[in-house]
């Protein structure tokens, strides 16, 4: 391909717009709008792994934007009328179509890599030191995608000239998308479509979890059913005869053969925890997955503190070990607690931003008083439970006066919540050592249990 007639095009032709679209919507998104994708250890530039992920998700906004792109490009011979002249030169239809294939996918995979070279800097110039390969297939697929999606619009536009077929192109694909999406709530991504069918598209769930990614089954059953539908896209821009237009479906229905012959048949086996991100890191008895051991240092510290005052306030009784939290579970499910380990989850309120005395304040509390359900920004928070394990953290560390574990908000219940947890506070102090002791192990027993009583009652020693 002649370099100065690419650059021509690239120029003077609508094929940097792909590459524009991808660029300025992602950015526009994940910079101008603040939204869960900043959010937690699964946020866009937290680690490398979600913020391929992220970029990817925003494909199901892009791609069919792309295709039709594709299309209006597509139509450019027809528009101009020079069909049938471009038809009587000498050079071969493939070659005339090469250019502005090139140009037009030069343009896509050139937007969407400097979106990943934007969020690719912010991760690594952000607290992470967990450095790994295994996001580039995710944006590589990605990458395939946009190109692919691109010829094929601009070989479905030549083929079928007509004003409405980039609109309905746009519409098709985006119905298609939608009908294949995924539900990321659960413990695993899920679809109502079978799920071989559903990785067909090239949209990946929302990332909630930092140490879910895709398997390689996933790559590649994608990367031959999306080079199958490169294929046939340029073998419609290139096609000059209605025969070689048919057999220009081909390549797409050989390809999607074979995907589906190697995509997963089980969510479980399409989204799959990263192994290497998940191997603990020790300090001790306190543990942190790799991919956080940038935190260990800190929570080392803080966690045996901890541990030493849980043990002061229940004896025996008392956790020995501090953990990071890698159980994948479905928003709003009940955590999995053991009475030997306090769990960390650096998504809870809590425990996100926590340092010095306030994250061994939280790790006691989870100690003590652990949450059944999580306090993210994906679940929301409960001002009842922050009071009853700001009581038990206060005791603990035989405070003077309640200490609240975070900021007490203005609403109604959290203002209820609270007034209610001075006078629980004042009724527990009240009594005797033994007694006092006696309410919060019994306030353990239960959170640790999840039984789901009215726990500030108890903890003040009245009727629930």
Not at 280 to 307: H, I, M, S, W, Y
Request: proline share 5%; with cysteine; glycine share 10%.
């Amino acid at each position: 391909m002649n370099g100065r007639v690419l650059g021509i095009e690239l120029r003077r032709s609508a094929a940097p717009w792909p590459g524009l679209v991808v660029l300025g919507g992602s950015l526009a998104v994940f910079c101008l709008m603040d939204g869960i994708w900043w959010k937690g250890t699964a946020g866009w530039t937290a680690q490398w792994t979600p913020m391929a992920m992220w970029t990817r998700y925003l494909l199901g906004f892009w791609w069919p934007l792309v295709v039709g792109t594709g299309a209006v490009y597509g139509l450019r011979e027809s528009r101009s009328r020079m069909a049938e002249l471009l038809a009587t030169t000498p050079l071969p239809a493939w070659r005339r179509a090469a250019v502005p294939a090139g140009a037009m996918a030069l343009a896509a995979a050139s937007g969407f890599g400097l979106v990943v070279l934007v969020g690719g800097v912010q991760v690594a110039l952000g607290p992470t030191d967990y450095t790994h390969l295994g996001w580039l297939p995710v944006s590589l697929v990605a990458a395939l995608a946009l190109v692919a999606g691109a010829v094929f619009g601009m070989g479905v536009g030549r083929a079928l000239p007509f004003v409405l077929t980039p609109p309905a192109l746009v519409v098709l694909t985006l119905l298609t998308s939608l009908f294949l999406g995924q539900n990321g709530d659960g413990a695993l991504p899920s679809t109502v479509a079978p799920n071989r069918l559903a990785q067909l598209s090239p949209v990946t769930v929302e990332p909630r979890e930092m140490l879910l990614t895709l398997s390689g089954s996933v790559h590649l059953g994608q990367t031959l059913w999306l080079l199958g539908l490169l294929g046939t896209g340029f073998a419609l821009l290139s096609a000059v005869t209605r025969r070689a237009r048919l057999l220009a479906v081909v390549p797409v229905l050989v390809g999607a053969a074979l995907a589906l012959l190697v995509l997963p048949a089980a969510a479980r086996d399409t989204y799959v925890v990263d192994r290497a991100a998940a191997a603990p890191v020790c300090d001790g008895p306190v543990c942190v997955t790799r991919a956080n051991r940038a935190r260990l240092p800190e929570l080392a510290l803080r966690g045996k503190e901890a541990l030493r005052v849980l043990h002061d306030a229940l004896g025996d009784q008392a956790p020995t070990s501090v953990r990071e939290d890698t159980r994948l579970r479905a928003l709003g499910d009940v955590r999995e607690l053991s009475a030997d380990v306090v769990l960390v989850d650096f998504d809870e309120h809590l425990l996100a931003d926590a340092t010095g005395e306030r994250l061994t304040r939280a790790l006691i509390a989870q100690g003590l008083a652990p949450n059944c359900h999580g306090r993210s920004d994906r679940e929301g928070g409960d001002s009842g439970g922050i009071a009853v394990q700001s009581i038990a953290v206060s005791w603990a560390l035989r405070d003077a006066r309640l200490q609240p574990l975070e900021k007490k908000e203005s609403d109604v219940y959290s203002l209820k919540a609270w007034e209610d947890a001075e006078l629980g506070w004042q009724k527990l102090t009240a009594r005797s050592p033994a007694e006092q002791r006696a309410r919060i192990a019994e306030l353990r027993d239960a959170t640790v249990s999840c039984t789901g009583y009215d726990q500030l009652s108890k903890l003040a020693g009245e009727a629930s």
